[in-house]
């Protein structure tokens, strides 16, 4: 029969008072709580990725090699697609252009099986000017942030304020700008995510 005597309720609490004690102290134990350290993680806006004139996307049709194919978004929107001629996929998703061939196709295919990959999107940018070592316009990628385009822009010159970075932005139809500290970006308190029609200019810095 074993003679240990259980823990009673008071003696957990003191256990728990000391390990509370030592946590204060800095000893070893439990992390401390991290909620005031941690912020909100941000999240890319959701954005129009709808396919325009010039972009590039891939099709593939499952069973079907000769169909395969990559097309180029005419001036008009469309592309000429084998069996089912003219598409228009102005202002259409991938998914809502594969749907649109899949169902096309029906009069010629068995349950044909249609996917789309965009390549390259062209038809939308985001342009940058000012105190950048190569100014202009850049294809705008999904979740794209401003250390990007600035990267893509060659960077900064030794002239840029980076505290003092301008984003106009067009929204609802009314322009609208908004300043970004690189310093905060680098630091991890922003991340700066853009949108198309974005235009970032970067000021010359005041001696």
């Not at 005419?74 to 069996?83: K, N, V, Y």
């Not at 001629?85 to 099986?113: C, D, H, M, N, Y």
């Not at 970075?165 to 995510?193: H, M, Y």
């Amino acid at each position: 029969m074993c003679s240990c005597s259980k823990p009673t309720l008071r003696t957990n609490r003191l256990g728990l008072w000391l390990l509370c004690g030592a946590l204060l102290w800095g000893g070893p134990g439990c992390p401390a709580e991290t909620s005031q350290v941690l912020r909100d993680v941000e999240r890319p806006p959701i954005v129009d990725l709808s396919l325009g004139p010039a972009d590039v996307f891939e099709v593939r049709v499952y069973g079907e090699p000769e169909l395969n194919n990559t097309y180029r978004v005419s001036p008009e929107g469309a592309i000429d697609f084998p069996l089912i001629g003219r598409v228009t996929v102005k202002g259409l998703t991938a998914g809502q252009v594969a749907e649109t061939i899949r169902e096309r196709l029906q009069s010629f295919i068995k349950q044909p099986q249609v996917n789309v990959f965009v390549k390259e999107i062209n038809s939308k940018k985001v342009t940058i000017y000012g105190q950048v070592h190569h100014p202009g316009s850049f294809n705008f990628v999904e979740s794209m942030t401003l250390v990007q385009v600035i990267s893509s822009a060659g960077g900064l010159t030794a002239m840029a304020a980076r505290d003092r970075i301008r984003v106009t932005r067009v929204r609802d139809g009314k322009s609208d700008s908004f300043t970004v500290n690189l310093r905060d970006v680098s630091e991890g308190k922003s991340t700066s995510f853009l949108q198309p029609g974005d235009e970032i200019f970067v000021p010359e810095r005041v001696f």
